[in-house]
């Protein structure tokens, strides 16, 4: 196990090198550029070849990605010429809010969608199975563009009872005391994710519970709470598992639409205006933060295989 | 056995005979919630293709004198901010919904499933060198390639389709590749080699199919996720420019009137979106369970 872990580490730079490459080689494939885009259209031919001078972007593509590998080395993710600040501190400014955003979401996800999937799954058929059934379909279908509209619609404009925006601070603990803010962002990201994990939970429950493991748990006399806890719902947490592996780079890449229906500029702002403005340092920084969560992401869900499913082995 | 298949004891005797896709077709039926959903996905198909050959409009022309008009006799769901007629245009931009939807998704989970399998049976070295290619596009925030793929060409249909799939087939990769852990130590997979079946026969004969369970479920969310990044990318304005259309930029159009009362700009595309979502999800649910022999009894 702990040389299957040293080499999914080592495997996981790797990614993040590569990502880095393909990220590297696809901006500079962009047309326009990052002068044309911070020296507006009217810029003359000489201060395009000067700002390019200046910052460096005329210097052969491997020239350049090697001095941001070394920079990246000492922890310097570069600064941001459109913003006049470092990348780290604009993260820094904006990782709270999507933490808070994405972190409560999955919780309250996580809470509500698993004893929902293995009710639904134990009662299949039943009207409480198509009852779930039917907000989960009809939640997961719903646009959260559209979801967060509604959502304001009822609650803020017909029944004035929560706000219609995110608390307006960027500072942790004035955003935490104002917490009916956060209900209806944290509403629209979190009921996408209860009916999607609740749909995989039933499925998996149900497979599982066709399997000979629970005839064999049931012929030898256990309960059926004992069966459902210590037989199936192991064994039926491993989708989810991979689908939270699969979730945690969201804290890094933020979630775009949702920031921006309930004015919460977050890192999918943040990502969002660095891309249209070209802003290299912004997006490099962030792709190298949502790369390494990904491959983090991915060898936690590969662990919890294991964990989970005795049957997997690492070799 | 209470809580294994309650409805085992009523199982028809329709579902016990015949070939196994007689079986599989006969399940399908059965299920009411399928034909629920195969129902709304007829009717939209209808009221998308047929229904510009009974109901014309001019979906191309502006007609500012027209604008944001409610719903008349003239126009059922009145006529948007440059007087497109609402209903009209509800049917052209279903069109393009659904066939990219439909398109991005098979593309997508026909390619992943393939994918993930291999690299589940294979293992080693071939396992690792296909998932480190996932693990790299998948840690490549979707958002960029889509800013990508979208600022080098023009925006339309086939590129969509192209750019949806190119982000969604990591999902069902890594399902089906973790479900193919698995069932490689399975016994039948392993007997596939002892009698002398090559990879392709037990990855395509075995694996594949037993995984089929995830690959639907997940195919069917593919369908609504393809149709739901339309929509996203509308938002974002990287959907087709008019005066092509789409629900998602009807929607998401319509939004910036949430304040003016023009509600008809809004549900009406938003309710289309979420019911043929639905519906797909519906109908693959009910895919789900006929596909899956070992819940039924034989």
């Given at each position: 196990?702990t040389g299957?872990?040293?080499?999914?580490?080592?495997?996981?730079?790797?990614?993040?090198?590569?990502?880095?490459?393909?990220?590297?080689?696809?901006?500079?494939?962009?047309?326009?550029?990052?002068?044309?885009?911070?020296?507006?259209?009217?810029?003359?031919?000489?201060?395009?070849?000067?700002?390019?001078?200046?910052?460096?972007?005329?210097?052969?593509?491997?020239?350049?990605?090697?001095?941001?590998?070394?920079?990246?080395?000492?922890?310097?993710?570069?600064?941001?010429?459109?913003?006049?600040?470092?990348?780290?501190?604009l993260?820094?400014?904006?990782?709270?809010?999507?933490?808070?955003?994405?972190?409560?979401?999955?919780?309250?996800?996580?809470?509500?969608?698993?004893?929902?999937?293995?009710?639904?799954?134990?009662?299949?058929?039943?009207?409480?199975?198509?009852?779930?059934?039917?907000?989960?379909?009809?939640?997961?279908?719903?646009?959260?563009?559209?979801?967060?509209?509604?959502?304001?619609?009822?609650?803020?404009?017909?029944?004035?009872?929560?706000?219609?925006?995110?608390?307006?601070?960027?500072?942790?603990?004035?955003?935490?005391?104002?917490?009916?803010?956060?209900?209806?962002p944290?509403?629209?990201?979190?009921?996408?994710?209860?009916?999607?994990?609740?749909?995989?939970?039933?499925?998996?429950?149900?497979?599982?519970?066709?399997?000979?493991?629970?005839?064999?748990?049931?012929?030898?006399?256990?309960?059926?709470?004992?069966v459902?806890?210590?037989?199936?719902?192991?064994n039926?947490?491993?989708?989810?598992?991979?689908?939270?592996?699969?979730?945690?780079?969201?804290?890094?890449?933020?979630?775009?639409?949702?920031e921006?229906?309930?004015?919460?500029?977050?890192?999918?702002?943040?990502?969002?205006?660095?891309?249209?403005?070209?802003?290299?340092?912004?997006?490099?920084?962030?792709?190298?933060?949502?790369?390494?969560?990904?491959?983090?992401?991915?060898?936690?869900?590969?662990?919890?295989?294991?964990?989970?499913?005795?049957?997997?082995?690492?070799? | 056995?209470?809580?294994v298949?309650?409805?085992?004891?009523?199982?028809?005797?329709?579902?016990?005979?015949?070939?196994?896709?007689?079986?599989?077709?006969?399940?399908?039926?059965?299920?009411?919630?399928?034909?629920?959903?195969?129902?709304?996905?007829?009717?939209?198909i209808?009221?998308?293709?047929?229904?510009p050959?009974?109901?014309?409009?001019?979906?191309?022309?502006?007609e500012?004198?027209?604008?944001?008009?409610?719903?008349?006799?003239?126009?059922?769901?009145?006529?948007?901010?440059?007087?497109?007629?609402?209903?009209?245009?509800?049917?052209?931009?279903?069109?393009?919904?659904?066939?990219?939807?439909?398109a991005?998704?098979?593309?997508?989970?026909?390619?992943?499933?393939?994918?993930?399998?291999?690299?589940?049976?294979?293992?080693?070295?071939?396992?690792?060198?296909?998932?480190?290619?996932?693990?790299a596009?998948?840690?490549?925030?979707?958002?960029?390639?889509?800013?990508?793929?979208?600022?080098?060409?023009?925006?339309?249909?086939?590129?969509?389709i192209?750019?949806?799939?190119?982000?969604?087939?990591l999902?069902?990769?890594?399902?089906?590749?973790?479900?193919?852990?698995?069932?490689?130590?399975?016994?039948?997979?392993?007997?596939?080699?002892?009698?002398?079946?090559?990879?392709?026969?037990?990855?395509?004969?075995?694996?594949?199919?037993?995984?089929?369970?995830?690959?639907?479920?997940?195919?069917?969310?593919?369908?609504?996720?393809?149709?739901?990044?339309?929509?996203?990318?509308?938002f974002?304005?990287l959907?087709?420019?008019?005066?092509?259309?789409?629900?998602?930029?009807?929607?998401s159009?319509?939004?910036?009137?949430?304040?003016?009362g023009?509600?008809?700009?809004?549900?009406?595309?938003?309710?289309?979106?979420?019911?043929?979502?639905?519906?797909?999800?519906?109908?693959?649910?009910?895919?789900?369970?006929?596909?899956?022999v070992?819940?039924?009894?034989?």
């Amino acid at each position: 196990m702990t040389g299957f872990i040293a080499r999914r580490l080592v495997q996981s730079i790797v990614v993040v090198l590569l990502v880095t490459v393909i990220v590297f080689i696809l901006l500079h494939l962009l047309p326009g550029g990052p002068a044309r885009a911070q020296l507006g259209p009217r810029a003359t031919p000489i201060a395009i070849a000067n700002f390019n001078h200046e910052m460096g972007y005329d210097r052969p593509v491997p020239v350049q990605y090697w001095t941001w590998l070394e920079q990246l080395a000492t922890g310097n993710l570069g600064f941001s010429v459109k913003l006049n600040q470092s990348v780290l501190s604009l993260i820094g400014e904006r990782l709270p809010k999507t933490l808070i955003l994405t972190v409560l979401s999955t919780l309250f996800a996580l809470v509500v969608a698993i004893p929902l999937g293995v009710v639904q799954a134990v009662r299949r058929n039943q009207p409480s199975d198509y009852a779930i059934t039917f907000w989960a379909f009809v939640f997961y279908a719903t646009p959260p563009f559209f979801l967060g509209v509604v959502l304001i619609v009822v609650f803020s404009v017909y029944l004035p009872i929560l706000p219609a925006e995110a608390p307006q601070s960027s500072s942790l603990g004035v955003i935490l005391s104002q917490p009916a803010g956060l209900i209806l962002p944290v509403l629209t990201l979190a009921l996408l994710t209860v009916a999607q994990f609740s749909r995989y939970m039933r499925s998996s429950v149900i497979e599982n519970l066709a399997e000979d493991y629970v005839r064999t748990a049931r012929a030898k006399g256990a309960g059926e709470w004992t069966v459902l806890v210590r037989h199936v719902l192991r064994n039926s947490l491993i989708p989810i598992a991979t689908l939270l592996g699969l979730s945690l780079p969201a804290i890094f890449s933020g979630a775009l639409i949702t920031e921006a229906v309930f004015n919460f500029p977050g890192m999918g702002e943040l990502f969002w205006t660095a891309a249209q403005t070209q802003d290299y340092p912004i997006m490099l920084g962030i792709t190298v933060l949502v790369g390494l969560a990904t491959v983090i992401g991915s060898l936690l869900a590969d662990l919890a295989y294991a964990a989970l499913d005795p049957r997997v082995r690492f070799a | 056995m209470t809580a294994v298949p309650a409805d085992d004891a009523a199982l028809p005797e329709s579902r016990r005979g015949g070939s196994a896709l007689a079986r599989t077709v006969s399940t399908f039926l059965e299920n009411r919630l399928a034909a629920v959903g195969v129902g709304i996905v007829v009717l939209f198909i209808l009221f998308c293709y047929l229904g510009p050959l009974l109901y014309h409009t001019d979906q191309t022309h502006i007609e500012l004198s027209d604008a944001t008009l409610g719903p008349s006799a003239a126009h059922p769901l009145g006529t948007n901010e440059v007087g497109y007629d609402q209903l009209g245009r509800l049917m052209v931009g279903g069109q393009s919904s659904l066939e990219v939807g439909i398109a991005a998704a098979l593309l997508a989970t026909a390619f992943g499933t393939l994918w993930g399998a291999i690299a589940g049976y294979a293992g080693g070295f071939v396992d690792a060198a296909m998932m480190r290619i996932v693990d790299a596009l998948l840690a490549v925030p979707a958002l960029f390639l889509l800013l990508f793929l979208s600022s080098i060409a023009r925006p339309n249909v086939g590129l969509l389709i192209l750019v949806i799939a190119l982000i969604s087939w990591l999902g069902p990769a890594r399902l089906v590749r973790g479900q193919a852990l698995t069932l490689r130590t399975r016994d039948y997979v392993r007997s596939v080699r002892l009698m002398g079946g090559g990879p392709m026969r037990a990855v395509l004969r075995h694996i594949a199919p037993n995984a089929i369970g995830t690959v639907v479920v997940n195919a069917t969310f593919q369908v609504a996720d393809a149709i739901l990044t339309v929509a996203a990318l509308s938002f974002l304005g990287l959907g087709i420019p008019p005066p092509a259309a789409n629900w998602g930029d009807m929607l998401s159009n319509g939004i910036n009137y949430t304040y003016d009362g023009y509600w008809w700009l809004i549900y009406p595309p938003g309710l289309a979106i979420v019911l043929v979502v639905v519906a797909f999800n519906l109908v693959g649910d009910a895919l789900r369970d006929s596909f899956d022999v070992r819940l039924r009894r034989r």
